[in-house]
């Protein structure tokens, strides 16, 4: 993939440091985290306008429409967030339609992707939608949520749940592809960053810290983990084991899953 020469800046050389994933898989909770343990960095979790990039990123790929217009604007804005005085962690899952615009020319990628078990992410998800402010109206809002491009066969049939994994797969599928220009690319899963398991927890945590390049803390508070940051409402169980394993079965095993 080509990759178009950009500015030079007194950033030139730093790394840009981020935190994908295809949402719902603890961002919310590794900000906080990133904040109270690394005062010295910035961390933003779907920095403003992050939102109407996502828009413009799926109006591109579905139409093939406003190609340069989508490139001006990711790159203003990850000026923006990584052009600063100090370093800054991006945690976006708002940037899986423009992937393929993250790569810089003199500037190192460091990529932390998030996952989680397509089934239960699917799950929340599907009755998550948005945040609060926007739950009851994205379904209604062109563009605003990402989506496969192409669409799979039989996609006005499929259920939100079936939807929804497909949405799992491609969003994942472009963050990995990032793995082969990335200086640093660490697939974390969340089921590990808050498992009980303490061994396991600081595994995840390490490979996080690694990427970011980061001084794992002497210590964190474990109590931290049980805390939930930004949950899902309640909703009805849609989870489908069969329609996880067609769907999402290959890759969610690379990623570790037993399907």
């Not at 340069?68 to 990711?74: H, K, L, S, Y």
């Not at 592809?177 to 498992?195: G, I, M, N, T």
Request: overall charge positive.
């Amino acid at each position: 993939m080509g990759v178009s020469q950009e500015p030079q800046s007194e950033q030139t050389g730093r790394p840009l440091l981020y935190v994908l994933s295809a949402g719902r898989t603890g961002t919310v909770f590794m900000e906080k985290l990133i904040r109270r343990y690394f005062p010295q960095i910035d961390a933003t979790h779907e920095p403003s306008p992050s939102r109407y990039l996502l828009m413009l990123g799926n109006l591109r790929n579905d139409t093939g429409l406003l190609k340069g217009a989508t490139r001006a604007f990711a790159r203003r804005h990850q000026a923006a967030q990584h052009d600063r005085a100090r370093p800054h962690i991006e945690l976006n899952p708002f940037l899986c339609p423009v992937t393929d615009l993250l790569p810089h020319t003199t500037r190192p990628l460091h990529i932390v992707h998030m996952v989680r078990d397509p089934g239960e992410w699917a799950q929340s998800m599907t009755t998550f939608k948005a945040s609060s402010k926007y739950r009851h109206i994205i379904d209604f809002v062109p563009f605003a949520k990402p989506f496969p491009s192409p669409r799979p066969p039989g996609w006005r049939g499929l259920s939100p749940f079936e939807k929804s994994l497909h949405r799992w797969n491609w969003c994942n599928a472009r963050i990995e592809a990032l793995a082969p220009q990335a200086e640093r690319y660490a697939v974390v899963r969340a089921e590990d960053v808050f498992s009980p398991d303490a061994d396991r927890r600081a595994a995840a945590l390490t490979a996080i810290f690694d990427t970011l390049g980061l001084e794992a803390p002497s210590e964190i508070d474990p109590a931290i983990f049980g805390q939930k940051v930004n949950p899902a409402p309640s909703g009805h169980d849609l989870r489908d084991a069969q329609a996880v394993r067609t769907i999402c079965g290959p890759l969610a095993r690379r990623y570790g899953y037993d399907l």
